[in-house]
């Protein structure tokens, strides 16, 4: 990675340091030729795979087809890094004040191959039907000599169109078992976006440094980020809403499950809403089309160590939002979906691990006694039991971090959605005018599920969980048992306080749930959040 960086003394008082970056993240590629991509420009979209043998073998110009590059994905040639910062001594007299900036593009790397099985996750296979016994078979069920039967060849099956118009079925030769046809195969696709492009963030900053004391700085600063490119777990084939609300004939997938006579005037079905229709509406790829947006005001009082005594504290306000904050378990996960994949815009709001305010306190103390400190300067037994002790803690309070409200109740948008990412209908504000308890974290009762056929009006993220009270701390015994030997005595504890919000306890969010808003679970009281102090006892020997 070719790069160029320079410091310019402009003034006496004035630094500047610039530079440019170039990154090249190749795509990764699988030697054995497996994988396959989304061919988006396609009629009803098809796959294509990279091993033109195993397309041969499917023979299917859709659910099969040849071929795709050895990477998936194509390179992204552009990813230039530019930066530049400042640091600033306004007041010639004095170097106790600095004015610091700063501006940077910074890439990230998003190993990924996906789907990485391919061969096995993509493709239409069916496996065979072994017999399950009843318990009144005389003869075993199953013939160990045949116990592992030879593979059956995909080469063996055929899967003919149309597809997406009913539910599959499988034609079975009767006379060997094995099956030869897959009527209307509706392919689940995971995919990534065939043009997807490096993620990166643009980073820019400001910080006032004020050395108040030879030992105490002051720092004041606001910080900013924009992140581009960011990966999304996109529904790309969810199915459009339906032009009618409330009727439940659109909630059918298929237009033979319509009732006789209603298609298409009175039924529409979701396999006939979709972008893709070779395709089901469940159909995901690994898309790099989020966005981030992340403004903060910092405030830090460094006391280097002096006296006995270090401290450092620092104060965080800001928010961060964006349109998705993991991917959870994989992108077939159903953590951070959207609702409605063909509007992202309405996924905007609070990140998933913002707090707005957070305040970080930690120190360390050595306490005045003993041999050479303030008080009881004296060698010997006073030494031995008082000298040589250090205090040690961590201080953080900050607000919740955000959670969804989701409806919990399927597919009443009709749109496809089978992972529950339909939020609620709000009806008032749910955080205010009501007395808030550990079983009503929030008013439950402000919120609706949304129509058949709609989406949730709810914006993402519009609740909190507790905030977070923590501390820790901990006694060291600092002893010398001869010149190179010194022992270290640590008695440590975590939640001194024995705080309920150790760390931050999230109300239940889901609408069905019989302990809606509850931080509690289905029977419990306020114990169940109950966080104890944790002691451990420790020697630590240096040499």
């Not at 550990?438 to 909190?464: C, E, Y």
Request: proline share 7%; glycine share 8%.
């Amino acid at each position: 990675m070719p790069f160029f960086q320079d410091d310019f003394r402009v003034t006496s008082q004035l630094t500047l340091n610039m530079g440019l970056r170039w990154e090249l993240h190749t795509p990764m590629h699988d030697k054995f030729r497996g994988g396959n991509i989304f061919d988006f420009k396609y009629p009803g979209g098809r796959l294509l795979y990279i091993d033109k043998n195993y397309a041969d073998l499917v023979n299917n110009a859709i659910l099969a087809a040849c071929c795709a590059q050895d990477t998936l994905i194509n390179t992204d040639w552009k990813d230039w890094a530019p930066r530049i910062g400042l640091a600033w001594r306004p007041f010639a007299a004095s170097n106790s004040f600095v004015v610091r900036a700063g501006y940077g593009i910074f890439y990230d790397v998003l190993h990924n191959f996906y789907p990485a099985q391919s061969i096995t996750e993509n493709i239409p296979y069916l496996s065979p039907v072994l017999p399950t016994p009843n318990g009144f078979e005389n003869p075993p069920p199953l013939d160990i000599r045949n116990l592992f039967p030879a593979p059956y060849s995909v080469a063996q099956r055929s899967f003919p169109p149309p597809y997406c118009q009913a539910p599959s079925r499988q034609v079975v030769n009767p006379a060997t078992g094995v099956v030869t046809e897959v009527l209307n195969q509706c392919s689940d696709a995971r995919v990534q976006l065939p043009d997807n492009k490096t993620p990166y963030t643009q980073q820019w900053g400001l910080d006032l440094q004020y050395q108040l004391l030879p030992s105490l700085m002051l720092e004041l600063g606001y910080e900013g980020s924009h992140g581009l490119r960011e990966p999304l777990a996109w529904s790309f084939n969810q199915a459009y809403l339906p032009s009618q609300v409330g009727n439940t004939n659109n909630s059918v997938s298929y237009r033979s499950q319509c009732p006789p006579g209603a298609y298409p005037e009175t039924c529409s079905p979701i396999e006939e809403r979709v972008p893709y229709k070779n395709f089901a509406a469940t159909a995901t790829a690994l898309a790099n089309i989020a966005q981030s947006m992340h403004h903060a005001m910092t405030f830090k009082v460094d006391r280097r160590f002096a006296n006995g005594l270090s401290l450092l504290g620092s104060f965080t306000w800001g928010k961060t939002l964006d349109q998705s904050s993991e991917l959870g378990g994989g992108i077939s996960g159903s953590s951070d979906r959207a609702q409605y994949s063909h509007d992202l815009r309405a996924e905007k709001g609070p990140a998933g691990f913002n707090q707005s305010r957070r305040l970080v306190v930690s120190w360390v103390y050595e306490l005045p006694f003993g041999q050479g400190k303030a008080f009881l300067n004296r060698g010997g037994y006073v030494n031995a039991i008082l000298g040589g002790w250090q205090a040690n803690g961590i201080l953080t309070l900050a607000d919740g971090t955000p959670t969804n409200v989701i409806c919990g109740c399927g597919d009443r948008s009709q749109t496809g959605d089978t992972r529950n990412s339909l939020r609620m209908n709000v009806i008032g504000g749910p955080t205010s005018g009501f007395h808030q308890t550990l079983t009503r974290w929030f008013d439950t009762s402000k919120f609706a599920t949304p129509p058949l056929g709609t989406l949730g009006n709810a914006g993402r993220n519009i609740l909190t969980s507790t905030g977070q009270r923590a501390t820790d701390f901990s006694l060291f015994k600092n002893v010398r048992i001869r010149e190179q030997l010194q022992a270290q005595l640590r008695v440590e504890a975590f939640n001194l306080l024995a705080s309920d919000y150790y760390s931050p306890v999230f109300p239940n969010a889901s609408s069905t749930a019989v302990n809606f808003g509850s931080l509690l679970p289905v029977g419990g009281n306020k114990y169940d959040l109950y966080n104890p102090r944790i002691y451990q006892l420790g020697v630590r020997l240096s040499f």
